[in-house]
């Protein structure tokens, strides 16, 4: 697999088998996705791995847990203005299309919502921290680290979910991890073999056309 290839079969997955994938295989994942470019070669990212007999302990931690709620940071501007507004709604409406999920079924939404919390049943994940004192140029070596780690994992053969919606989880993420609080949780990764047989994973989102975003002097 080139790196388009897997560019344009990377997409998020919310449906995973329970295939087990093994420690190494990610630390390999890790290891090369670790050459992803960082201002100043800060490499400001620091992940947790949670897989095979931690991920069931972490199960049953959420299980246990207090619904989360507060969110560490905007996963986006208040008062979300066009495109970008209209971009996030309609993504939204196709997922749930998929589902069969009416707009008007707030409990099926939420019962939706919360398989974040389970990783979509994926077999293993990472948890993205950043350093509290790090700046928008650290998040974006982060957003750099994350991306090539999914295409790797792409063309290892295995899909994956980054998941924001766990900063609103990272009291009780903190707790299993035992993440110093310098260290401030940016996202969930989950990662395993998509279920073929999901309707969910045949969602392709839309792109804009190039005429929306680029200019050409």
Request: net charge negative; glycine share 6%.
């Amino acid at each position: 697999m080139n790196v388009t290839d897997a560019v344009k079969a990377r997409k998020t997955t919310r449906d995973f088998l329970a295939d087990p994938i093994d420690d190494a295989v990610i630390a390999e994942l890790l290891t090369t996705a670790s050459r992803a470019p960082s201002g100043g070669n800060l490499q400001p990212w620091r992940i947790w791995v949670i897989n095979g007999e931690s991920m069931q302990a972490f199960r049953q931690h959420m299980a246990g847990a207090e619904r989360p709620t507060e969110m560490e940071y905007d996963v986006y501007p208040p008062k979300l203005w066009d495109p970008y507004r209209t971009r996030r709604f309609s993504v939204g409406e196709q997922m749930y299309a998929t589902l069969g999920i009416e707009r008007e079924d707030k409990a099926g939404r939420l019962a939706q919502f919360a398989r974040n919390m389970d990783f979509f049943g994926a077999p293993a994940s990472l948890f993205c921290f950043i350093d509290r004192g790090m700046g928008p140029p650290q998040w974006s070596d982060l957003g750099m680290f994350l991306q090539t780690f999914m295409l790797l994992a792409e063309e290892a053969g295995y899909q994956t979910c980054p998941q924001e919606a766990w900063s609103a989880a990272h009291t009780q993420v903190r707790s299993f991890t035992g993440a110093p609080e310098e260290l401030m949780l940016f996202c969930g990764v989950a990662i395993g073999k998509a279920n073929p047989d999901a309707a969910i994973n045949s969602l392709v989102s839309e792109r804009a056309p190039i005429e929306e975003f680029a200019t050409f002097l």
